[in-house]
C-alpha cells in the first residue's frame, strides 16, 4: 500500500470512476483509469483505499488530509 498513489487516485477521480475500476479489477480485466501498483490485488488496495478516502471527506466534511491519516490509523488499528 502505498500512500502518495492512494492520495493521488483521490485527488484525481471521482467515487463513480473508482468503483468501476474496482470492478474492473475484481473481474480480472483491465480498468479504464491508470492505477499504479506492482499486482492486481495491489491496484485493488490503492482504489479501495481512494474510495474509502472519498467517502469520508463526503460523509464527515473532512479534507483530504484527514481522510488520508483516518484511513491509516484504521489500518494500522487493524494490524495491530
Known sequence: MKIAVIKQLAETYNIEQLQAAEEAILEEQKPEIEIEGEDEGEQLTHTTAAIA??????????????????YSVRVRNSIS
Open 53 to 70: 478516502i472519498l467517502q469520508d471527506m463526503q460523509q464527515n466534511g473532512v479534507d483530504l488530509r484527514t481522510a488520508i491519516r483516518n
